[in-house]
């Protein structure tokens, strides 16, 4: 059974940073492009950022690229978003999704950005 | 800017036959676009019924199909359930990420 078990949500100020995790089970995580989707508080799901299963490829929605940066890494089955310069706007729960076209998913981390 | 276009509501009766629909701003959605589908209740993950616009997911009822109907992906629903009662967003790939459309409110009553 796949598994996507998402970590580091919180609670963080106008301008500061955060790290999501994603723990990843019961698949071959290496062979898999992973995905972060995020949905806003009352809105809908929005993609964020894809990479590959090498990490040789990285993709950004426009309003994130230069402040988010995604990683993995398959030695430990794990997937990583760091995000940088953080805005209200960012406020929404972060999924963790296996899939290039479409997508598996884990069950979310709330990142609130507030002063 | 690519805009995936979706109902924002729909209503079914108990029994009945829904067909959702998943469009482009400008052009047709093709299998080219893989398209998929999800459910989502408030609170909770989206769940995956559909990839690569027909193939249903694992351990989802085959009261769900997806199709292309004339220029959209279509996501029908046959013989609709209380607990059918969702939001259902569609997802278009678009070659390095993708665009999820705004989702559908479906109502059974």
């Known amino acids: 059974e796949v598994q996507l078990v998402e970590s580091g949500g919180g609670l963080v100020q106008p301008g500061g940073s955060l790290r999501l995790s994603c723990a990843a089970s019961?698949?071959?995580?290496?062979?898999?492009?992973m995905s972060w989707v995020r949905q806003a508080p009352g809105k809908g799901l929005e993609w964020v950022a894809n990479?590959?299963?090498?990490?040789?490829?990285?993709y950004y929605v426009d309003s994130v690229k230069g402040r988010f940066t995604i990683s993995r890494d398959n030695a430990k089955n794990s997937l990583y978003l760091q995000m940088n310069s953080l805005r209200a706007d960012d406020t929404a729960v972060y999924y963790c999704?296996?899939?290039?076209?479409?997508?598996?998913w884990g069950q979310g981390t709330l990142v609130t950005v507030s002063s | 800017q690519t805009v995936v276009t979706q109902e924002p509501s729909f209503s079914v009766s108990p029994g009945g036959t829904v067909t959702l629909t998943c469009g482009l701003s400008?052009?047709?959605?093709?299998?080219?676009?893989?398209p998929s589908w999800y459910q989502q209740t408030p609170g909770q993950a989206p769940r995956t019924l559909i990839y690569?616009?027909?193939t249903r997911s694992s351990g989802v009822p085959d009261r769900f199909s997806g199709s292309i109907l004339g220029n959209k992906a279509a996501l029908t629903i046959t013989g609709a359930q209380a607990d059918d009662e969702s939001d259902y967003y569609c997802?278009?790939?678009?070659?390095?990420?993708?665009?999820f459309g705004g989702g559908t409110k479906l109502t059974v009553l």
């Open positions: 999704a296996r899939g290039l076209e479409w997508f598996m």
């Open positions: 019961g698949f071959t995580f290496s062979s898999y492009w």
């Open positions: 990479i590959k299963q090498d990490g040789s490829e990285k």
């Open positions: 400008s052009g047709s959605v093709s299998t080219s676009y893989y």
């Open positions: 690569s616009t027909n």
């Open positions: 997802v278009l790939y678009m070659g390095s990420g993708v665009v």
